[in-house]
């Protein structure tokens, strides 16, 4: 910001009280203080201890090229894969099941119905949701036997509840419900006059789609499906209670080390950190700016 | 146009419907086959007499109202009063509170344990860094929720009114402004509730003996007792949003956004 820009703004600003300015900042300070303390402090700590020798204190560059390990590569690329496959497929589905609740002419009670389950699924997670999928699919899971009685027994035909895909189920359950929960304002800001005025000039249903309504959704719903990733990347409760920490994600090595040191260097538990901290800050920043495009539609 | 409108809309929204209660009626089948050939609440009987799951429960109940309470002192006041005199710190502090959104929670109490778990900074085992850690966690929520319910309302007029009706700060605060939002920190509070009361991550690397880490055990150890604990889960998580939907219809949905994965 320029100074002129500066000057010009506060010069709006100003009131009467506009000495008493340097005071009234004492009454945010507490939670400054707090959030210093507990959260800027401790994950400045992962950032600084990245770049620092674990024995000498030393400036380093050797635990971010630590992280250049099968094992580690591993971890990220398993992550990496299961939210993209979650955020897409959770994306995909949820934002047909709230255009089908929007703008399906279903009863409205099914529309209010599904945003209150959304709700509850997508805060229903952690530890009670793999609970509730080793119920259903686990080798003595309730679904497994009912497809054991026709003769379709999955673990059969190499499905593992322990493993990607079967991780990749169980986090569908709290991805589209959060798709749902954003993108429905979204789809009501598609006005039904939209849709008319292409009709009225003859547009058939893909055009519509292709030339009207996707462009409009694009941003929003790739801002939401970013945040999906996001929601994916970070989650570790579901997928160590359901695999035991079997499985190689960025969270569970984390964990991992935070117990005992598996990686065998104490620096490379924060380089790890401080790579799941990038690459959220690039997920919410993308969601940020897609949602800002979004903004303009919704009035 | 409507007709067909109609047909794909109910395809989809059955899927939906299956993938929703289909995992959820297999959990509740389960838990009832705790003893062998018939349907028993055994399993749910046997959750409700371990003194382990009292205490741990009571434990995390207990947590999650101090973290509550210390969320609504904290962000309270700071929310009005940038609103009220230091908007310049609006951006500041809405960058504060999405912080947690960036910062996983694994990676947080990482980081957290690394902070202070050495002298001088030896508060590790302090049951006061729970408290701040869930405030932390459920910050974004609590927050925002705050801030959209003094939106709702003229923060000024209601201040100059009390003032020169004589009233100090203390009386604005909790006799004026919060009254006045009760709805919006009604929805912070069950939503932090729903977040906290089953939180998993920051209980165990932080060795409280809250509920989250007691069900991650009885999951280890047990074959029917945690599908009972996942219907319990559900039924309190169910409930919380429940509430929040009941007070607050049509007002800032988004609020409802939350996640402990």
């Known amino acids: ?299 | 146009m409507k007709k067909r409108g109609h047909i794909w809309a109910w395809v989809i929204f059955a899927i939906g419907i299956v993938y929703f209660f289909l995992p959820l009626l297999a959990t509740f089948l389960f838990s009832l086959k705790a003893r062998l050939g018939v349907l028993s609440f055994q399993a749910y009987e046997n959750v409700l007499r371990d003194p382990a799951f009292v205490r741990s429960f009571s434990y995390s109940v207990l947590w999650a109202t101090l973290t509550i309470i210390f969320g609504i002192l904290l962000f309270v006041p700071t929310a009005y009063w940038v609103r009220l005199r230091v908007p310049q710190a609006r951006t500041a502090v809405e960058f504060i509170t999405l912080l947690p959104f960036v910062v996983p929670a694994i990676v947080y109490v990482f980081g957290l344990v690394r902070t202070y778990s050495h002298p001088p900074l030896l508060i590790v085992n302090s049951p006061f860094l729970l408290v701040a850690a869930y405030t932390v966690l459920s910050m974004p929520y609590m927050y925002r929720a705050i801030d959209t319910g003094l939106r709702a309302i003229d923060v000024r007029t209601l201040t100059e009114a009390a003032q020169s009706l004589g009233a100090n700060w203390p009386t604005i605060l909790f006799r004026i402004i919060l009254p006045n939002i009760r709805v919006a920190i009604l929805n912070g509070a069950f939503l932090s509730f729903a977040i906290v009361i089953g939180e998993y991550i920051l209980a165990q690397y932080l060795a409280k003996p809250a509920f989250g880490p007691y069900m991650a055990v009885q999951g280890q150890n047990k074959a029917y007792e945690p599908a009972a604990l996942a219907i319990i889960s559900f039924g309190l998580t169910w409930a919380s949003m429940g509430i929040i939907d009941a007070f607050g219809r049509g007002r800032g949905q988004g609020a409802t956004i939350a996640g402990g994965h």
Do not use: C
């Not at chain 1, 945010?28 to 507990?38: K, N, Y």
């Not at chain 1, 497809?147 to 359950?173: A, C, E, Q, R």
């Open chain 1, 1 to 299: 910001m320029t100074q002129l820009e500066a000057v010009k703004r506060d010069a709006l600003k100003a009131r009467p009280a506009y000495h008493k300015m340097s005071w009234a900042w004492l009454g945010v300070m507490p939670f400054f203080l707090f959030a210093f303390l507990f959260l800027i402090y401790p994950a400045s700590t992962i950032v600084i201890r990245t770049f620092q020798d674990s024995h000498t204190q030393a400036l380093t560059l050797k635990n971010i090229i630590g992280l250049n390990t099968p094992f580690i590569k591993t971890a990220y690329w398993v992550s990496i894969k299961i939210s993209v496959v979650t955020a897409l497929g959770g994306g995909i589905f949820g934002f047909f099941l709230a255009y089908s609740a929007v703008r399906g002419g279903l009863p409205s009670f099914m529309r209010g119905s599904l945003m209150t389950f959304s709700g509850v699924a997508s805060n229903f997670a952690g530890v009670p949701l793999a609970f509730a999928f080793l119920a259903l699919l686990s080798p003595a899971g309730v679904l497994t036997g009912w497809l054991k009685d026709i003769g379709l027994n999955p673990y059969d035909h190499g499905f593992t509840l322990y493993t990607f895909w079967g991780l990749s189920i169980v986090y569908m359950f709290f991805q589209f419900p959060l798709m749902v929960l954003i993108i429905t304002p979204a789809i009501d800001g598609l006005r039904r006059e939209w849709l008319e005025a292409s009709e009225n000039l003859g547009a058939t249903s893909f055009q519509y789609w292709r030339y009207v309504a996707l462009p409009i959704l694009l941003p929003s719903l790739l801002g939401t499906m970013i945040l999906l990733f996001g929601n994916a990347f970070g989650a570790y409760a579901t997928a160590f209670a359901l695999t035991g920490g079997q499985i190689t994600l960025v969270t569970i090595v984390i964990g991992a080390q935070l117990r005992g040191d598996i990686l065998n260097d104490p620096g490379l538990g924060y380089s790890m950190a401080f790579g799941m901290v990038i690459v959220m800050a690039l997920a919410i920043t993308g969601y940020t700016i897609l949602q800002r495009r979004t903004e303009r539609w919704l009035r």
